[in-house]
Structures are given as C-alpha cells and as structure tokens.
C-alpha cells in the first residue's frame, strides 16, 4: 500500500494508437457526458407537460429532476468504488448501456412511477459516467494533450448544461415531451457504438476505497476544491434556474429572443471552456478564483442591466463564458490535489455538486417567490463571491497538494 498519491501514475496513453484514434475515442466519451446530463436537464422544461399527460401535479413532476440528482450523487461513489476492479471500458458501456435504457424507458413509461424508475437509473448511470468519464482522459491521450481531453469531454457537460433549457422548451412546443427521451435514447445509442468501437481496454490500475474516498476528504487542497465546487454550484443554480423567467419578466423580451439568449449563453459556455483549459495549464489557483470572482460580478449585474437588452445580452454572454469554465476547473482542482486517485475525487466531486444543484435551485425558489427575481440573483452573486473569497483564503492558509491519501493496489 503506498501512501503518496505522486508515487503512482496512471499509464499513458498505448503508443499504438493512433492520434486521431486516441481522439475519436475522447469525442465519444465526450458524447456520453453530454447525452447524460442534456438527459438530466430536458425534463425541467418539460414538467407542465409531463404532469399534464401523467395526471400529476407540477409539484410531483418536478421529482424527475430531484430523484435523478440524488441518484447520481449517491451512484458516483458507490459506482467508483464497486468497480474499481473492474476494466474502465466496461464499466463506460455500461454505464452508456444503462443510458440508452433510461431514456427508451423514460419516452414509453405509461405512467409517473416508471418515470420515476426510468430517472433513477438516469442518475445511477450519471453519476459513475461524470466520474469514471473524466478520469480516463489521461489514459486515451498523450501526457501533454491531457488537460485538453479533458476539457472536450467537460465540454459536453458544458453544453448540455445550457442548451437543455431552450431545446426542452422547443419540443415540448412542438411536439411530445416524449421525443425529448428518444432524441436522448438516439444520442445515447451513437455514443454506445463509437465507445464500442473506439475505445481501447484500459485495465484498472487501482482500487478505489471507501477509506480512500474517507482519506481525500482529510487532503487540505481537495477539501477546498470540494468547498469550491459547493459554492460555485450552488450559486450557479441558484440563478440559472430563473434566467428565463429574469429575461421574460424583467429584461421584458419575446420568446424567440430568450431562446436566442440562451443558445448565446451557451456557445459562450462552449468558448469559455476552452479557454479555460488554457488559462488551467497555467495557474489553477487563479483561474478558479479569478472565475468565480467574474461569475458572481456577472450574476450580480444582470438585475441592474435589465432595463437594456443590449446590456443584458453582454453581461449573459460573460456569464456563460465563465460558467463554461468553472466545472472544468474545479474538477481540475479536485484532480490536481490527488492525481492517483483521481476517480476517488471526481466521485466525491460529483456528489457534491449534484447535492449543490438541488440545494441552489430550492434556495432559489424559496428567494424568487419571497423576495423576487433581481434579489435571487444578488443573492446568488454575493454566494459566489463568498466562495471567491474563501477558496483564496484557505488556499492561502495551506491548500497546497499533500501526498496524505492511501491507495489500495
């Protein structure tokens, strides 16, 4: 058993492969993350639907978004450590197998508890993919294009992240809340066969404990990034949440130019995650702090911006450009402060943010129906700028990489 988490490196990338091979292979893990969280995500603008064809509340409908949240976030650890052992292309199979299934599921459930059964095993496929997915970056790719891959595949979750939003509304306008599910199943299927085709066997290289999951938690700069990643999170969704009822209720546009709004948010996520990646190779530590200074300056301006839609457009677009990076980087943080057991970090790392997600968007809810939209998003700005201040500071205070994680080989 070794106890210093610089002592074991993962393999690098197999030298028979080709390039481009290696790369195809990082699209389709790339196309997996983002089937699963769009999946995650549809229903939100799908529930009067949903509750309308199932004959439930808008209330009980909304527990297709919570129950797949809480799936996930139990599922990444105990996915991790329950198949630690076992070949991590096998285990993305899987996962991706069990995709396609939730999906077909979800599009032919005749009624809310086959539904519901159909996101828990969204959530259970979820929350292992985000952590197993990401973490096979370093094995697909030569050493120094790492960081790189590992932005593609995050970039996935990036995009589904806000695109989510105004396809769920086009289609629930269009036609059936049900094709949501089988474009989701068709996307899931593709991502299945090119992980099929294109991956190459990556053996486990070691075993994942719960004591080691236990041990992470006592890595004084994983702790941060975990803290980090709560703030960011909750924050994020707290807002996010509401973008459309902020851009119909206070910045006063049409339907058509919110949908616009939203697709410029999110090519702007798109480009920020890649700039992220680059701004990551050369210092963590600012660009974390630095971004989730910006986001909570953005968050915070929107409201006083409302009055010009010009303004709010700009000020959207930063936004997305900064919420493009932040999840590539605070996982990069997690991964940088135990790179041995780096699926032991994105496990813990996606749990935290999913329960983050659920508690932000609740918050958010509460502070909309309470007190109105302009105060839910300064609320959700000051949170981030809290978490700016306080990733500095216990940074400051000795966040520095500690080899204090014991591995089991």
Do not use: C
Not at 32 to 52: D, H, K, M, N, T
Not at 62 to 67: F, I, R, S
Not at 255 to 262: F, G, R, V, Y
């Amino acid at each position: 058993m070794s106890t210093d988490t610089a002592a074991v490196q993962l393999p690098p990338a197999p030298t028979t492969r080709t390039d481009t091979r290696s790369w195809l292979a990082v699209a389709s893990v790339a196309l997996g993350s983002f089937v699963l969280v769009l999946s995650e995500f549809l229903p939100i603008g799908l529930l009067p639907a949903i509750a309308s064809d199932l004959d439930v509340s808008i209330g009980t409908a909304g527990l297709v978004v919570v129950a797949t949240g809480l799936a996930a976030a139990v599922s990444a650890p105990a996915v991790t450590i329950a198949s630690s052992s076992v070949d991590r292309r096998l285990v993305l199979l899987a996962l991706s197998a069990a995709l396609v299934v939730a999906d077909v599921l979800g599009a032919l459930a005749p009624n809310f508890t086959v539904l519901l059964l159909a996101r828990l095993l969204l959530g259970a496929a979820l929350g292992g993919f985000w952590a197993i997915g990401a973490a096979v970056a370093s094995r697909l790719v030569q050493p120094g294009s790492v960081i790189r891959a590992t932005s593609f595949i995050t970039a996935g979750i990036s995009v589904a992240t806000v695109v989510s939003l105004p396809l769920g509304a086009l289609v629930s306008s269009l036609a059936s809340w049900r094709l949501a599910f089988v474009i989701g199943a068709g996307l899931a299927l593709v991502s299945l066969v090119g992980q099929l085709v294109l991956l190459p066997k990556l053996p486990s290289v070691l075993r994942v404990r719960p004591s080691t999951l236990i041990a992470l938690l006592k890595v004084p700069r994983a702790r941060i990034g975990l803290i980090g990643a709560t703030f960011v999170f909750f924050a994020q969704f707290a807002a996010y949440t509401f973008v459309s009822p902020y851009l119909e209720q206070l910045v006063h546009l049409e339907p058509a130019t919110i949908t616009l709004a939203l697709l410029v948010f999110g090519v702007a996520g798109v480009i920020g995650n890649f700039l992220a990646g680059f701004a990551l190779s050369r210092s963590i530590t600012a660009t974390v702090v630095g971004a989730m200074a910006i986001a909570a300056g953005s968050i915070i301006l929107l409201p006083l911006v409302a009055g010009s839609s010009t303004g709010a457009f700009l000020v959207l677009a930063l936004w997305g450009v900064i919420w493009g990076g932040l999840p590539l980087a605070m996982q990069t943080w997690v991964i940088d402060a135990a790179p041995a057991v780096a699926e032991g970090g994105l496990a813990l790392f996606v749990t935290t943010i999913q329960i983050s997600i659920a508690a932000g968007s609740t918050v958010g809810a509460i502070a909309v129906s309470s007190a109105g939209i302009s105060f839910d998003f300064w609320l959700a700005g000051a949170i981030a700028a809290v978490g700016a201040v306080t990733v500095l500071g216990l940074g400051m205070l000795g966040g520095r990489r500690t080899g204090g994680v014991p591995v089991a080989e």
